[in-house]
């Protein structure tokens, strides 16, 4: 009989995590809880299907998808101007993007819709006069001019676009200074620095939190519909005044929320393992180290000894 200690294995036993267990019985039962109450609710859960076909509903979607597009694309674009705005070395620039983004960042959305919806008690007319002459370009009433999309979208867009210049200029402050350094030094521009060193590398941090804010945007599109605009929550809104079947059409609404956050995932998720590819000094197609040459990597008077 071997003593202790000569080699003899000790026997392996199982750790049970009662507390496991316990959180996820708690858990289950308080879901089981909720779905009985949803269950037995005086919801007419068949009707679902029919409010989410309605022309009102589906216009407000179309509405939603496109206000919540044309306002992050504006955003985007807008944004990465004042991004670059701020770090460049010119100070009037850096003020007057330090204290546009000050602004638009400070003040509400609703109250920025608001304020361009009623921009006639302030301008009632909007005219652009062609130089030298009696004739105008844009001779309208604001009121005409000033619609329910077009308040949402320069509400929404401008509210955003302070929030995109600084998660782009996050993205670009982020690229290590040693590679623009090199890129200058095989005789780059700054306009390529930008486009094929700084931007495709940068866009592994500007991608995330643009995703999540387009999600937002998505959501945030209800806030419209204050004024009017019909958007999903407006559509619901109006239909469920004329058929009372007020919890059945929100619902419908928060289905098709689901379903277009959803694909704005999808989106999401492709780009983000677009751009994290696109990075890696292999040699992939889109690969910035293939665009470059490979220079980068050589220091650029081993390049002109050879």
Known sequence: MSAPGDGELLPQVRIRHWGRWVAGLAVLAVLGLL????????IDYASIPDLLTQDVILEGLVDTIVLAVVAQAGA????????????????????????????FRGLPVLLQILLWYNIALVFPTFTIPVPFSDAYLLDQPANAVMTGFLAALLGLGLNESAYM??????????????????????????????????????????????????INMLKGTSIASVIGFTELIHAANALSSRSLAVMETLLAVAVWYMVVVSVANVGQYYLERHYNASIRPTGTRGSVWAKVGGSLRTPPFTRGSR
């Open 35 to 42: 779905l009985q109450a949803v269950s037995e609710g005086d």
């Open 76 to 103: 985007v674009v807008l944004g990465t101007i004042v991004a670059l705005m701020r770090t460049s070395a010119n100070p009037v620039l850096r003020w007057v993007s330090w204290a546009y983004i000050w602004v």
């Open 165 to 214: 210049a600084e998660i782009v200029r996050a993205g670009l402050t982020s690229v290590d200074r040693g590679q623009t350094e090199a890129a200058k030094s095989i005789g780059m521009g700054p306009r390529k620095v930008l486009s094929r060193v700084v931007l495709p590398q940068a866009m592994r941090v500007i991608i995330p939190p643009t995703g999540n804010d387009f």
